[in-house]
């Protein structure tokens, strides 16, 4: 019914694996010591410093083709790299959404004259990339987007607005989903994606929506009469719902779906120490053994996703959601678990680690559950699927 595509059995993270894990740790380690980064929750940071050191190690595509900058190495070995830098609350927004959708989307969909003017960019960390995905009024409901590109003499006029695009003021250029013909009986018809350079294209308006604490990473991106060539149009036009579901996947089942708040978990069990509170020891149990269940269930659609796994083409989206619903709720009730078995006042500004930790998830707490889909339509999906599998 579920993970049908996947395969358990084989979970062992093979030697090429482990030894790079050590590599990424003691890369890590030595950042932290030298001061480049301090560890925040709640979101990865945006550090182009930091994100150019991690492309110098040849970590940024690393399961990418060398032709294009990336190292040919597997899935379960960027599996790896992603799960030290979530553990080590590494600042790598710089590079999140181009190593983890825009590349492999560009892989398959892009003309080679897209893969050659993006990919070795995005692999030396001089390129980052936002997804211009949700809007006003659609939440998770991405049918329903009204952005639309009217089409023009060499190219596309985009015309709307997203929402919640993380780090668009200060990528470079971002995936649009729009409309490239008028909506029908089926929304997933008439949608594409361009590619439109943010910080160069006359008609684009970036605008912050701040959190509680008046930082931001989330923003409101406005389009107004942009123009787009057509050789930026990625794949074909009118495939963007198939396009994107692909990348959908891949955005909704990795580690970063359930080790955001790890770190305050580990912190936790630190301050708990010896202690004898018998509730304390059933919490920090279940929640061991809820991150052991996700990892697995993660590590396998990594699996499945990887080239040489022969699952090319099969659809992983609900899995994904599964993970992904599963995943946030259990980055919440970690931050519940450390407020109600610590009495302690948490601030950002704290010395202690485990007051800012808790202070920095409590903060961005209501995130987990809208980015990457929200949890009503990944419930939703997750349903047809089921009541589908019943009939």
């Not at 030894?19 to 709640?42: K, T």
């Not at 003309?111 to 659609?138: H, N, T, V």
């Not at 599963?326 to 950002?348: C, H, K, Q, S, W």
Request: hydrophobic share 45%.
């Amino acid at each position: 019914m579920f993970f049908d595509n996947v395969d358990f059995s084989a979970l062992e993270l093979p030697p090429a694996a482990l030894e790079l894990r050590g590599e990424v740790r003691a890369f890590l380690q030595h950042e932290i010591v030298a001061g480049s980064y301090v560890p925040h929750l709640g979101h990865a940071e945006f550090d182009l410093e930091f994100t150019r050191k991690v492309a110098a190690r040849g970590w940024i595509g690393v399961t990418w083709p060398k032709q294009y900058g990336g190292q040919e190495r597997s899935y379960l070995e960027r599996f790896v790299i992603t799960e030290e830098m979530l553990a080590a609350a590494a600042p790598c927004a710089a590079h999140w959404f181009g190593d983890r959708q825009t590349g492999p989307s560009l892989l398959r969909h892009g003309s080679e004259m897209l893969k050659q003017k993006y990919l070795p960019a995005i692999a030396r960390g001089d390129m980052a990339f936002a997804l211009g995905m949700s809007e006003p009024g659609s939440g998770s409901d991405l049918a329903s987007v009204r952005t639309r590109a009217e089409k023009v003499e060499g190219g596309w006029h985009v015309s709307g607005q997203k929402v919640w695009t993380s780090w668009a003021h200060k990528a470079d250029a971002f995936f649009v989903l729009c409309r490239t013909a008028p909506q029908g009986e089926d929304r997933h018809q008439g949608l594409s994606q361009l590619i439109v350079d943010i910080k160069t294209s006359p008609g684009v308006t970036v605008r912050p929506i701040r959190f509680m604490n008046g930082e931001h990473h989330f923003n409101e991106v406005f389009l107004d009469n942009v123009f787009v060539p057509d050789d930026h149009v990625l794949g074909e036009v009118g495939q963007g719902w198939k396009q994107i579901t692909s990348e959908l996947a891949l955005e909704r089942s990795g580690p970063e779906r359930y080790m955001t708040t790890l770190p305050l978990l580990v912190e936790l069990i630190r301050r708990l120490g010896a202690s004898d509170d018998v509730r304390a020891h059933e919490m920090v149990g279940r929640l061991t053994a809820r991150l052991w269940t996700l990892r697995r269930m993660s590590l396998a659609i990594a699996l499945a996703l990887d080239p040489a796994s022969g699952n090319a083409g099969v659809d992983l989206a609900t899995e994904a959601a599964l993970v992904k619903d599963m995943g946030t709720f259990y980055e919440r009730e970690i931050t519940d678990a450390a407020r109600l078995l610590v009495a302690t006042e948490p601030a950002l500004d704290a010395a202690d680690t485990f007051e800012r930790y808790l202070a920095e998830c409590i903060v961005c707490a209501p995130v987990s559950t809208i980015r990457g889909g929200t949890t009503q339509v990944l419930r939703t999906l997750i349903a047809r699927r089921l009541l589908g599998a019943l009939k």
